[in-house]
């Protein structure tokens, strides 16, 4: 039985924050048929005791359950650096098929060498059930969805237009705090100003999602949905009539001044084997891996 707030001409999205990573994980779902899919899901990590939990997935996992929803896909819009990825514990439990942009395979080249892993770990994206590349069709319940290559932030940064919305991942964020950083191994800020620009030419009333609030300066409350009209006329670092060579110029001294994000080194090596912790050792442990004097 459909419930009466939801809509079944537009697709259903219930928006998960994590305040520890600042992530937004969506389920996007069709009302109609009851068919979803979830999008960058967060592992739980306490990096002090590298201590792994699943409170934040179990959340997303009993709404799905409570909603009735057959999940058809584990979307990733790209490796994430921040957080780790539970869609493989998603998947276990609920189903579905597990995807990402198919340039995945650099980011799993460069890092694989950064954390010299040997020939264990794939770097053919096979960790992942579905590659996409730009311009692939795809539905969720009824919803037509097209992928979107946007690289700049990673180089296998992809959106996901499903419907009349847009998950864009790590491109730009709430119009008052602008736009991802691009100085990651493989990112590229002149990339991210054209991926940004085509994201901003999608249709005005495309409802947009965002991956990450970091709250504005006059802004208390998380958000994580905005729309392409505010983003065009506010965004502080790429509004209409904001130049490539103005936006590469901002965004270059910016990530100077940035840290490297308190999970990259967990993050990038278990989320680049699809979400999955390294194998274990002899002694049935698994360990994660720190490259000294490298980031
Ligand atoms: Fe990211």
Redesign the pocket.
Known sequence: MREARENPSRLEVQTFFDEATFTASHVAYDAETRVGAIIDSVLDFDAASARTSTRSADSIMAFVLEKNLKIDWLLET?A???HLSAAPYLQEKLGGRLAIGREIVVVQNVFGKIFNFGTEFARDGSQFDALFADGDNFSVGGFPATVLHVPG??PADVAYVIGDAAFI??TLFMPDYGT?RADFPGGDARQLYHSIRRILSLPDETRVFL?HDYLGPDRRAFAWETSIVDERKQNVHLHDGVGEEEFVAMRTARDKTLKAPALIIPSVQVNMRGGRLPPPEANGRRYLKYPLDTL
Request: net charge negative; charged share 20%.
């Open positions: 790209h994430h650096a921040d932030h990673t991942g790590d991802a991956c």
